[in-house]
């Protein structure tokens, strides 16, 4: 269930403080960031403070880590709409529409793959 109230995830999804987003790529003994992709798809509002920041962080871990969406279909689905809406109504930045665009061309592909896909399965709970 996508929880789009949740607040901001005050504790660090990894041991160091990252100030790329090459970190996404590498060998995290295990992170693949499930809260990080919930609490990205969660900012996605046009209100949001810090949504130059929170589209490039998406685009990006989205470009590095396209499981997390392409495991978990409720999550595509509502995260293209969140992209829909933005690209309709909030006034952005040059580089967060042109990202905001690349999101919803890979959502596109993803959601279009979904229903062949045999090993479809949503992501456990970001909330751990």
């Known amino acids: 269930m996508l929880d789009t109230e949740q607040p901001r995830c005050n504790r660090p999804q990894t041991p160091l403080t990252h100030h790329a987003d090459d970190f996404m790529a590498s060998d995290l003994a295990g992170w693949r960031g499930e809260a990080l992709i919930h609490m990205l798809h969660n900012s996605l509002r046009p209100d949001e403070f810090d949504l130059d920041l ?29 992209v829909v809406a933005l690209l309709d109504a909030a006034q952005l930045s040059g580089q967060s529409r042109t990202e905001l665009e690349g999101i919803r061309f890979a959502l596109r592909l993803i959601s279009s793959s979904a229903p062949r896909r045999a090993d479809h399965r949503p992501l456990r709970d970001h909330s751990e």
Do not use: F, G, K
């Not at 929170?54 to 990006?60: A, F, K, Q």
């Open 54 to 82: 929170d589209v490039h962080s998406l685009w990006s871990l989205i470009q590095r880590r396209q499981d997390l969406v392409d495991a978990d279909l409720e999550l595509t689905r509502s995260m293209q709409q969140r």
